[in-house]
């Protein structure tokens, strides 16, 4: 289940590129060669243009020229606050905000906390995070939208689908599918999911589990009978560096070093051991 920036691809892309990153991390295993497996990638992005196959430039809600409401700047600054630490947020303070670098259509108050947040994880991931965070708000807050995407994505689901790989909103996306048992369920026809596995994930920040009517105190879990491998890098955007094992239950959860450049991308996690075992491994 793909996320987000795949607006510009296609289903067919997407399963070719996942489907040869998945096999690289396989065919790194013992006994690769007895493995077989078959792949589908529905390209749910499609969704959010009207008559086309992939959003246009101009159709990018996201971008930093596209307008921004009140409601995202609240729900950025939430996320932020979620991931910087209160230096980082007295140092942007003392700045003059001509000195920030992201785009002038933000905010004074937006453009000081991508300065915390930029301090607290240096590389410049600030504007890809507020990004990339307003189409999870985007999705989140667009309840029809959200049904059409999971009805979307639940109808390449069949009989022989046993593992859901979810990344970056993608797995926020499987992780409701399979949490409000849309598919997986015990005693139900249907898929015989028993392995969700999610690279790159937000579900770690506050702020994205509230918006999901998820409170802080409450643990992120799925039916027993569901295996959840979650895979992340410290140095990724989106994850803010962390796991879920603090906040979920029965979690198996695997670090990896997705080098330098883009360590949120997705085929940089489908290719790792974690993800290469968990989807030929089942239950093992």
């Known amino acids: 289940m793909h996320g987000i920036g795949q607006s510009k691809t296609s289903r067919?892309?997407?399963?070719l590129d996942w489907s040869r990153?998945?096999?690289?991390?396989?065919?790194?295993?013992?006994?690769a060669a007895a493995c077989a497996t078959s792949l589908e990638v529905p390209h749910w992005t499609a969704l959010l243009a009207k008559g086309t196959d992939h959003l246009g430039a101009e159709d990018n809600l996201f971008g930093e020229s596209a307008p921004m409401e009140p409601a995202e700047e609240e729900f950025l600054a939430e996320v932020v606050a979620d991931l910087v630490r209160p230096e980082d947020v007295a140092?942007?303070?003392s700045q003059p905000v001509a000195t920030l670098g992201p785009p002038k259509m933000w905010s004074p108050r937006l453009t000081r906390l991508a300065m915390a947040y930029d301090r607290r994880f240096p590389g410049g991931g600030a504007q890809f995070l507020v990004e990339r965070m307003r189409e999870v708000?985007?999705?989140?807050?667009?309840?029809?939208?959200?049904?059409?995407?999971?009805?979307?994505?639940?109808?390449?689901?069949?009989?022989?689908?046993?593992v859901v790989i979810g990344h970056s909103l993608?797995?926020?996306?499987?992780?409701?599918?399979?949490?409000?048992?849309?598919?997986?369920?015990?005693?139900?026809?249907?898929?015989?999911?028993?392995t969700l596995v999610t690279c790159g994930s937000p579900l770690g920040i506050p702020a994205v589990r509230r918006l999901m009517g998820i409170t802080d105190a409450t643990p992120l879990q799925l039916d027993s009978h569901?295996?959840?491998?979650?895979?992340?890098?410290?140095?990724?955007?989106?994850?803010?560096?962390?796991?879920?094992?603090?906040?979920?239950?029965?979690?198996?959860?695997?670090?990896?070093?997705?080098?330098?450049?883009?360590p949120h991308a997705a085929l940089r996690y489908l290719r790792t051991a974690p993800v290469a075992r968990a989807v030929v491994g089942g239950r093992q």
């Open 12 to 15: 067919r892309q997407l399963i």
């Open 21 to 31: 990153a998945i096999r690289r991390g396989i065919d790194s295993l013992p006994n």
């Open 91 to 93: 140092f942007a303070e």
């Open 137 to 162: 708000r985007y999705y989140l807050t667009k309840p029809d939208l959200a049904a059409k995407v999971r009805a979307f994505v639940r109808d390449e689901f069949n009989l022989g689908t046993t």
């Open 170 to 194: 993608g797995s926020v996306i499987a992780y409701d599918l399979l949490r409000h048992r849309e598919v997986g369920a015990t005693g139900t026809p249907g898929p015989a999911v028993h």
């Open 226 to 262: 569901i295996r959840w491998v979650n895979v992340f890098d410290p140095d990724d955007f989106i994850t803010g560096g962390a796991g879920l094992s603090a906040i979920a239950s029965g979690l198996t959860e695997a670090q990896v070093d997705n080098g330098i450049g883009d």
